[in-house]
Every structure is written in C-alpha cells, then in structure tokens.
T-cell receptor, first 111, second 113 residues
C-alpha cells in the first residue's frame, strides 16, 4: 500500500536552532516528492519539489534531500525563525498523478 | 504572485443544509482540485476537474458532493444535506499542467452544527 510516514509527529526548538524533519515513503511507482509548509488554518504552500534524479534542493533556509534508493527524504531548516512555526507535510506523487500525503510534522519555534 | 482565492473563509451551517464553497483558480490554470482536511488529520483528496468534467474522484466524493465551473473563473464545491462529519477545512487548488506544482487557496473552514 502506498504510504508516506513522517517523523517526528511534533517538534519544539528554540529560535535560531536548526532542525531536520524526516519522511519515509513506500510509494511506487515514484514520480516526485514535495514538501509543503502549512500555517495553522491556511492552505499548504510548496517549499520544494524533487524528482527521482535530484538528491538535494534548497529554498532559502530550507534544504530538502532525497534518497530514492532507501525511499527517504528530509527537510532541514537552518537558523529557525518564529515564522517557521507550522506543519510541514511531505507529499509523494506516483506516476499516475496520485498524491499521497503524509500526516505532517508540527514544528513550534520558541523565542 | 497569482493566488487561488476561496470564499467564504469560514462557513457555519446547520446539519442537513446545503453549502456552496467557492474558488477562483489562477486564471491560466486548467486543472482544478478540491481537498479537505479534518482538524488534526491528513489532507484528503476529493476530486479533480479538467476540461469541464470530473477527471477523478475519491471514495469520499459521493453523491452528496458535486463540483461545477459555472463560468470562466469560478470553481465551486456543493455539499448537499451536510453532516456533522463534513466539518473540515476545504482547500481548492489549481495548476497549469499535471507536471507543475499545485497552488492552494487559503481554505474554507466549514463547521456543521
């Protein structure tokens, strides 16, 4: 069964610190993997989209990695800011254009 | 930057009533979607729409639901005879091409009482 699992479920860190969020998937056939940021009560906003051949992609302080062999991805946030507090959702698309959503990691940045 | 606009931002309705959630996708986008997210749960796919017809729908999207593109700009989701369990955030999304990323609206919070 196609699944996307994220860890941790929630994370609290101090402002200015770095953190890494994990995503494991069993989706096959794989097309691409996306990381979204979702502020409370808002729609998801795309951070990165990675295809099979891409290992790393950055968007400002966000860096996503992808290991298609182990079916793992991570999202690293550098020098966290209070505005980074949100849910971060990993979404995998299969080659039939189906999106399989993770449950998200709820990140809280404390001053 | 172009946005997907959803109205209203919050709708409260009585059980059994019909509601219409409205979306204005990005003007040059051709593919439209509705998703929902029950509080604290994963985003769930409801339906995709292309070329004035439904291209795919999930098990959730039963006869209670319908979508329409009444004119060149709006894309609506109608929920008939609402139930308590329909309470959720409903997100509209659009994109220009299946190989492009989605742009999501800010959502409509539907509360059924």
């Amino acid at each position: 069964k196609n699944q996307v699992e994220q860890s941790p479920q929630s994370l609290i860190i101090l402002e200015g610190k770095n953190c890494t969020l994990q995503c494991n998937y069993t989706v096959s056939p794989f097309s691409n993997l996306r990381w979204y940021k979702q502020d409370t009560g808002r729609g998801p906003v795309s951070l990165t989209i990675m295809t099979f051949s891409e290992n790393t992609k950055s968007n400002g302080r966000y860096t996503a990695t992808l290991d298609a062999d182990t079916k793992q991805s991570s999202l690293h946030i550098t020098a966290s800011q209070l505005s980074d507090s949100a849910s971060y959702i990993c979404v995998v698309r299969d080659s039939n254009y189906q999106l399989i959503w993770g449950a998200g990691t709820k990140l809280i940045i404390k001053p | 930057e172009p946005e997907v606009t959803q109205t209203p931002s919050h709708q409260v309705t009585q059980m059994g009533q019909e509601v219409i959630l409205r979306c204005v996708p990005i003007s040059n986008h051709l593919y439209f979607y509705w998703y929902r997210q029950i509080l604290g749960q994963k985003v769930e796919f409801l339906v995709s729409f292309y070329n004035n017809e439904i291209s795919e729908k999930s098990e959730i999207f039963d006869d209670q639901f319908s979508v329409e593109r009444p004119d060149g700009s709006n894309f609506t989701l109608k929920i008939r005879s609402t139930k308590l369990e329909d309470s959720a955030m409903y997100f509209c999304a659009s994109r220009a091409d299946p190989n492009y990323g989605y742009t999501f609206g800010s959502g409509t919070r539907l509360t059924v009482v």
